[in-house]
Each structure stands twice: as structure tokens, then as C-alpha cells.
């Protein structure tokens, strides 16, 4: 049986992140963020023996205007619903006095969570992004807590994961699919192209110091079929003359409006020869179509290209309603829940069993140096995701602001995935893989914790009223 908890405490703070050169991805510019820190202590159920305490962390950069979109809310505004989405969710979990599973806890509030938000106008995919913060330190202190490590751990099913939210699956399948997992020693980095980076030359995206060596390549689409046309052909261009071999996946971020639209741009790619390099290397198109209409949309021919969902994976039934409608992938981010990515990578290996193929991916560039990356990095080792965007480094400079102390620890701790740079320590890429070694001390992915006393607490944005919304 799988060890109950108690959550005690959970304290959250926040850290700005400057960045080192801006990102685009569709009409949103990002030149700056803040990483949201999570501290959870829990108490592990010992049936009458001594209390056994454990204190638990997790980080993620609240990536503005990607959770929401809408176009009258500001990218602060956005920034500061997924700040509300935390302390939401902070009080379910603590307002929960009793013991249950990790995922217990998890499953029991979600719901409530969501109907939360929603009564703020925060929609369910930031609404995720609390549980979500959550659920990563409640697990890292039950790792730490068990001195077990992260891989044996969810091997064990340690969290308690069922079909509880997942009512297509059963128990046994979940728990049948972590008992098959062993960890990646490598997961290759996929680098991604904004749309205002340079294509060309020096700095271009054949650039090696540019690229750090990636075989994977991720592009960025703005949703008009012939602009990004000839976007990618240029991009083609400089990938051919890569001393190795490479493949590429395309993200709209639901830039393209309709099927029509999306069907031109996969018409280009079908039969333009100038876009072969591209087409030849594709593996699949990524969240085109908006979120909001996706469901009513079925690809029909265009399921001839795999096409996965990302901003519309905002719930435990998206990636079934994504199959029915002929998309073949789903998007794994911690920052979206840990559960769900595994209840997902489950559908995905089951689906596939049949003789259909079936698959999840690595999709995120809020994993900052420190604990959210190497947690994310780890989930996607435990599930099977062979490569990833992991581009937060090019964006921004190693660990930024972390203070000097803080850097030194990650390096000196898990000197397989950080290297020293000058003054700069930054990520470590090994012939375009990052390692996984050290991601095994026990707890979630990380030997060590953030300096607490150096974060701000995080901000308390004042919940919004029903008239304040409809304002």
C-alpha cells in the first residue's frame, strides 16, 4: 500500500527572472517573468510510532499570457492568475487535516480547484498550475521523507496514482505502466526557434554556440500559412548544412485559426520541394488550433500529419477527446501535473498496443535551472520522452539571480547537468543531451533545496469580484 500524508504547511514565494534576450511565440513578447517556489511540509503516516516529518520543494516561472490568452487581459494580469491559482490551491490542501496518498490529496481537490478559479475568471488550465506546484513538493517530501528516490519511487507507485480521475483506465493499467519504467540516461534537448530569432550566419539556428548542438529543432509558427512558409523554408536552408542528422517539430500555439488555414500550411509542407528539408524532418505539428475550439474541430484528412494538443490539455479527459478528433499526441509539463502526465503516458501506451500509434512529448520552456528543471527533466526520463524543449537556457542566462550560494549548490550537487561558464554557471549539454545521473538522490529529481530566506513571499493579488469581471 502506498504511504498516507498529512499536508502540515505550504509556503510560497517567488523570484523575478530577467532574460537574456527576448522570446516571441505568436503575438507575446517575453522579455522578463518571475519563478513561483513552493514549500511543503508534510507528516507521513507511521501508524502510532513517532511523528516523521519531511519538507518538500518545487519551482516553475509563471510564463505570462501562455496559460491565458485572452487578448483584454495584460501579461501582469495573466501573471498574477496562476499567483491566485497557488494560494487557491494552498488553502484546499492544508484545509485537508487528514492523512491520504499523495495522489489522494491531489485527486480530492481538483475539482474544487477549478471551481475556484473559475468563479475568479481564471480558466482551467491556470487553474492546474497551483495543484500542479503543489503536488511536485508534496512528492519531494515524501521522497525525502521515505529516502527513496524519485524513479523507484513512482516505480513503486509511491504518490498512490489510480484511475480515480481517469475513468477510461483502470488502477491496474497506471500501475502496470510504472511498474515498466526505467529511467533515460539522456534526454536530447530540442531547441527552440522564437520568431524573432535569428535564422542566418552567425547566431542563426545551424550556429553550434547558438544551438549547443541540438538534433532537435522546435519552430514557432504565427498562424498565416504563407509567412510561416517561407519562414521554414529559410530554416530548412540553414538546417541542411548541419553536420548531423535532425528533425524538427512545428508549434502554432494556437495561432491558426480554423482547419482551412492549418490545411494550407499542410498542403505546403505535402508538396512544395522548397520546403522538403522541413517536411522530410517533420514529427508532428503541435497545438494549432486555439483552445476554445479545438473539440469542435475533428482534423479529418489532416490526421495524415501527427498533430498534438498543448494549451488545450487543460483537464483528465483532454487527451481522449484529442484521439476521438484524430490527434495522435499530448504535451507532458509539470508545470500542467505531474499525474496527469502519467495517467497520460499511460493512454499513450496503451492506445498504442492496439497497433495505432500513440505518444506523449516534452514541451516546455519554464523549466529554469535548479529544481524546475531537473524535475521536469526527470518526469519526462521516468515516462519516455527521448527528447525535449528544454530552451530556458537560451533565454535566459544560467541561473540569473539565483544568488551565487544557491548556484553553487545545484553545480556542486549535480555536477552532470551544470557546468561553469566564466562567472556564469549554466546548464550542461553533452552532444546534445542533457544527463540524468544525478537526478536519483533521494527525493524528486534535486539533492538540494533553494535558499528560502533569500525568495520574496509570493504576491497576494486581490481575487477578482463578479463585477470586477465583467467590467
Not at 179 to 189: F, K, S, T, Y
Not at 362 to 378: I, N, P, S
Request: aromatic share 8%; hydrophobic share 40%; charged share 25%.
Amino acid at each position: 500500500m502506498p504511504p498516507r500524508i498529512a499536508v502540515r504547511d505550504i509556503s510560497l514565494f517567488e523570484r523575478p527572472v530577467p532574460f537574456s534576450k527576448p522570446f516571441r511565440f505568436g503575438s507575446v513578447v517575453i522579455n522578463a517573468s518571475a519563478q513561483a517556489f513552493v514549500r511543503a511540509e508534510i507528516e507521513i503516516e507511521d501508524k502510532g510510532k513517532e511523528k516523521s516529518t519531511s519538507v518538500g520543494a518545487s519551482a516553475e516561472l509563471m510564463a505570462s499570457k501562455w496559460f491565458d490568452k485572452r487578448a483584454h487581459l495584460t501579461p501582469p494580469q495573466t501573471v498574477d492568475e496562476l499567483r491566485r491559482s497557488l494560494a487557491i490551491a494552498r488553502d484546499l490542501y492544508l484545509a485537508r487535516s487528514g492523512f491520504d496518498t499523495a495522489f489522494g490529496h491531489h485527486a480530492a481537490v481538483i475539482a474544487a480547484q477549478v471551481e475556484a478559479c473559475a468563479k475568479e475568471d481564471i480558466p482551467p488550465l491556470a487553474a492546474g498550475f497551483g495543484p500542479a506546484e503543489i503536488d511536485k513538493a508534496i512528492l519531494d517530501a515524501l521522497l525525502r521523507g521515505l529516502g527513496v528516490n524519485f524513479f523507484d519511487g513512482m516505480a513503486q507507485n509511491i504518490a498512490g496514482i489510480n484511475a480515480r480521475l481517469s475513468p477510461d483506465l483502470g488502477d491496474a493499467d497506471i500501475a502496470q505502466f510504472l511498474r515498466g519504467r526505467q529511467r533515460l540516461e539522456r534526454v536530447a534537448i530540442r531547441h527552440t526557434v522564437g520568431m524573432d530569432d535569428q535564422i542566418e550566419g552567425e547566431g542563426g539556428v545551424a550556429d553550434v554556440r547558438e544551438n549547443a548542438g541540438a538534433r532537435y529543432f522546435k519552430l514557432k509558427l504565427n498562424g498565416d500559412p504563407e509567412a510561416d512558409a517561407a519562414r521554414l523554408i529559410r530554416i530548412g536552408n540553414e538546417l541542411t548544412t548541419l553536420p548531423h542528422d535532425y528533425s524538427v517539430t512545428l508549434d502554432a500555439n494556437e495561432q491558426y485559426a480554423d482547419l482551412m488555414a492549418l490545411g494550407a500550411l499542410v498542403e505546403r509542407l505535402d508538396r512544395d520541394a522548397a520546403l522538403k528539408p522541413i517536411a522530410i524532418k517533420l514529427l508532428y505539428i503541435e497545438q494549432p488550433m486555439p483552445r476554445d475550439s479545438f473539440r469542435q474541430s475533428p482534423l479529418g484528412a489532416l490526421s495524415r500529419r501527427d498533430i498534438i494538443i498543448d494549451e488545450a490539455d487543460d483537464s483528465y479527459d483532454a487527451f481522449p477527446a484529442a484521439r476521438a478528433l484524430g490527434y495522435r499526441g499530448i504535451s507532458s509539463k509539470s508545470c500542467k501535473g505531474i499525474y496527469k502526465s502519467v495517467v497520460n503516458a499511460t493512454r499513450a501506451a496503451r492506445w498504442s498496443a492496439d497497433g495505432e500509434r500513440f505518444f506523449i512529448s516534452g514541451e516546455d520552456l519554464t523549466c529554469q535551472a535548479g529544481l524546475g528543471v531537473q524535475q521536469d527533466l526527470a518526469l519526462g526520463a521516468l515516462i519516455g520522452v527521448t527528447h525535449a524543449e528544454r530552451n530556458g537556457h537560451h533565454y535566459v542566462d544560467g541561473f540569473a539571480d539565483t544568488p551565487a550560494a544557491e548556484a553553487e549548490a545545484f553545480l556542486s550537487a549535480h555536477p552532470d547537468l551544470y557546468m561553469r561558464d566564466g562567472a556564469t554557471i549554466r546548464l550542461a549539454i553533452h552532444d546534445g543531451d542533457l544527463l540524468t545521473g544525478s537526478l536519483t538522490a533521494p527525493g524528486f529529481a534535486s539533492k538540494v533545496h533553494p535558499e528560502w530566506t533569500a525568495l520574496s513571499p509570493l504576491q497576494q493579488p486581490k481575487a477578482k469580484t463578479l463585477q470586477e469581471q465583467s467590467i
